[in-house]
């Protein structure tokens, strides 16, 4: 208890220990009482280690002879378990020593740590190996012998994944991986330095995304509906909750500003009450489900992928993926072809230098709400970032012949549009090669499998839902557009109020395209929370598309032409791609249209229109959505006034109109509320109009990156 104590000063509570525990040996005496001995003599060992006071070389040196003297008793045929906790900890002890031999102490070291290992087993101990795994790495890897360190961690990442297949409830699951992250970095590191870049790379992949990667490799089991009985009344309940949470939090919901997303007129600290407890019982609701059924919850684990099934991922010779990674003191990119992968490492942009760099200068500028700030400083981020990723450097030395990057980010890396990386004053990165992007390896080798398991369609089935809250004038011109296009019927083609999540999900069952154009919002503080607004208040969120009855085996592409479909951050250390867009790709969708960022009402609607355009007319997604990008940077005022504005002002006089009438109706019968929804809504409606004629007197209206690069490409080609 002194050992461990919290008040009083730290030296002084070790000295009472180490006499404590002294004065017990006068009575614990080995010939009377072996095993009390033993254990005393371990845990004096142990204080003596970290004793504050006196000599450091004597302390060892004690702690040292009283390991030895308990494993005189904690044998391994007698004392199994405690032999090893003690061969642990004489490790430990050596591999600090000050005195004697450094090479001798620390092959004594490993012998010890070995000795543990016979008995902590990943399969049966999995805490006690992972400690003892850890310490053979992190002793061998001061050292620099990169292949001992190896062996040490891993065994610890075996220990990992054992503990995390025991755990019942993702929060654990989380945690475990959060706290043994070093070990993956370092096992990593070690490899690198050995040129094992395939097990390196292995090892990245590894640890990427391993909630959705679960989820997505055993969601498809129930995809027929064969739920069990007891699980299906859980998901009921979850459903249950799910439709109180929207009723109770539908009115502090407001929209801001002509963008496509929906913000909370309170910070998740001022949710009611109700609400609290309602989220408290949906994740109380998810325990339960993950402790009678590890397949519906998605907690079975999924194997790791080898480099082959992973160079099987790059169709054709002129394609690389571009695995980014990292660590504390650096950033790798690994490079892979259909040959040998290969890395780039910038020293020096490590966690602190470039993802704290990126928290500051992107994230939080973005996620305060200064929103004109952010934007206006974007292109300089953007700019520094490259110079950081040394990106002119990696592509001159792996990448000349090279057309198509799959990019891989890692942290807040997937926060970027590495479209609207600088390469020159004249090109950026989305100039020189076609993107798409993935959370893992894993996730995409399930969307190409899972697509190669099935029939396509001759001809794709469209489904719209538009301007679900009657408040995007843009969306709704947009969708009509779309429908004129693909000759959507009015069965597949959703409209405000008729927009409801029942409906929502039943076109998600009987179309293989979806094109969702209206409000959502990616929950900072509650990622499973974030959603797709839809009419009368409804909505979709992360969390149902993780369900595993959420299964469309059909369902080819969503373009979600909406706010922060793609944006992600956990603000843990461990890289978990939980969007809605991803939360798409779990429910069966080969590839995803997505956001980075709450996108431009107007400029949405016309990049979507091209995108459409484009893969109507052959291109594969990558590049549709770079000619469509290239399309909004280049577009003149002159050829906005002559291709667009016409119509958009026919059909933005039409809304805004109809917007009048319908005010007139809820004033009339005394509907406060949507009274005033429908003035705002006309009054954004109003002021687009008024920017149309500004747009065509200006040289390149939609230049800037905030209008074009927060489309991103996410699954296969």
Not at 82 to 105: C, P
Not at 353 to 367: D, G
Not at 434 to 458: F, M, N, S, W
Request: a negative charge; glycine letters at 6%; hydrophobic letters at 35%.
């Amino acid at each position: 208890a002194l050992k461990n104590r919290i008040r009083g000063d730290r030296a002084d509570n070790l000295e009472r220990s180490i006499a404590s525990y002294e004065q017990a040996l006068l009575v614990r005496t080995r010939e009377d009482f072996p095993v009390d001995w033993a254990g005393t003599q371990n845990n004096l060992e142990a204080a003596l280690k970290n004793r504050i006071r006196g000599d450091r070389a004597d302390n060892l040196e004690r702690s040292i002879a009283s390991y030895e003297q308990a494993l005189l008793v904690r044998t391994r045929e007698d004392f199994p378990v405690d032999w090893a906790t003690t061969q642990n900890n004489l490790a430990n002890a050596l591999s600090e020593r000050i005195r004697g031999d450094r090479a001798d102490n620390l092959e004594r070291a490993i012998a010890g740590y070995r000795n543990a290992l016979k008995v902590r087993l990943p399969a049966s101990f999995p805490v006690d190996c992972l400690q003892t795994g850890r310490n053979l790495g992190n002793a061998a890897f001061k050292e620099g012998q990169w292949e001992l360190a190896s062996e040490g961690y891993g065994v610890a990442m075996a220990a990992i994944e054992q503990s995390r297949n025991w755990s019942v409830t993702e929060e654990r699951r989380q945690e475990i991986l959060s706290q043994s992250i070093g070990v993956y970095e370092n096992a990593i590191h070690c490899h690198i330095q050995r040129g094992h870049l395939s097990q390196a790379l292995e090892i990245v992949e590894r640890v990427r995304s391993k909630r959705l990667v679960e989820l997505m490799g055993t969601g498809d089991l129930y995809q027929t509906g064969e739920v069990p009985d007891t699980i299906r009344e859980i998901l009921r309940r979850l459903d249950t909750t799910q439709q109180q949470l929207q009723t109770a939090t539908q009115k502090q919901l407001v929209t801001t500003g002509p963008t496509r997303s929906r913000v909370a007129t309170a910070e998740s600290a001022e949710l009611s009450d109700a609400i609290k407890a309602l989220e408290a019982e949906r994740r109380e609701l998810r325990n339960q489900l993950a402790k009678l059924d590890p397949i519906a919850s998605g907690f079975q684990d999924v194997q790791p992928l080898a480099l082959k099934e992973m160079q099987s991922l790059v169709d054709n010779p002129q394609t690389a993926l571009l695995s980014l990674y990292i660590t504390d003191n650096e950033t790798h990119i690994f490079i892979l072809r259909q040959t040998d992968p290969e890395v780039f490492t910038i020293p020096g942009q490590g966690y602190k230098a470039l993802h704290l760099w990126l928290r500051e200068n992107w994230l939080k500028p973005y996620t305060e709400r200064k929103t004109a700030e952010w934007a206006e400083k974007m292109p300089k981020v953007l700019a520094e970032l490259s110079d950081r990723l040394q990106l002119n450097d990696l592509i001159e030395q792996h990448l000349t012949d090279i057309t198509d990057l799959i990019l891989i980010p890692h942290l807040l890396l997937h926060q970027i549009p590495f479209a609207a990386l600088p390469l020159s004053a004249t090109e950026l990165l989305g100039d020189r090669f076609t993107l798409r992007y993935a959370p893992g390896c894993q996730v995409l080798k399930i969307c190409r499998d899972r697509h190669q398991e099935t029939t396509p369609a001759a001809t794709p089935t469209y489904g719209i839902v538009e301007n679900a809250t009657n408040d995007l004038p843009c969306s709704a011109y947009e969708g009509q557009q779309l429908a004129q296009t693909f000759g959507v019927p009015r069965s597949r083609h959703l409209q405000g109020t008729a927009a409801t999540a029942i409906a929502y999900r039943q076109l998600l069952k009987n179309c293989t395209s979806i094109v969702s154009t209206h409000h959502a919002q990616h929950r900072l503080d509650n990622p499973l929370e974030s959603h797709l607004l839809l009419g009368n208040g409804e909505s979709v969120t992360l969390g149902q598309l993780l369900l595993p009855t959420w299964r469309f085996p059909d369902l080819d592409e969503v373009f979600l032409s909406c706010c922060e479909t793609s944006f992600t951050f956990t603000g843990k250390p461990i890289d978990d791609v939980l969007t809605l867009g991803t939360g798409f790709l779990c429910a069966g969708a080969n590839s995803i249209i997505g956001t980075l960022w709450s996108v431009d009402d107007l400029a949405t609607a016309l990049f979507s229109l091209q995108y459409h355009h484009h893969r109507q007319t052959g291109s594969d997604r990558p590049t549709a959505l770079r000619q469509a990008q290239n399309h909004l940077r280049q577009l003149t005022g002159k050829t906005f006034q002559d291709q667009y504005a016409p119509a958009l002002q026919q059909h933005l006089n039409h809304e805004f109109d109809r917007l009048c009438d319908l005010l007139d109706q809820a004033e009339a019968e005394g509907d406060g509320d949507r009274a005033k929804a429908l003035e705002g809504a006309a009054a954004k409606t109003e002021k687009i109009l008024a920017n149309l004629k500004e747009y065509g007197q200006r040289d390149t209206p939609f230049a800037h990156p905030f209008y074009w690069a927060g489309f991103t490409c996410q699954g296969l080609r």
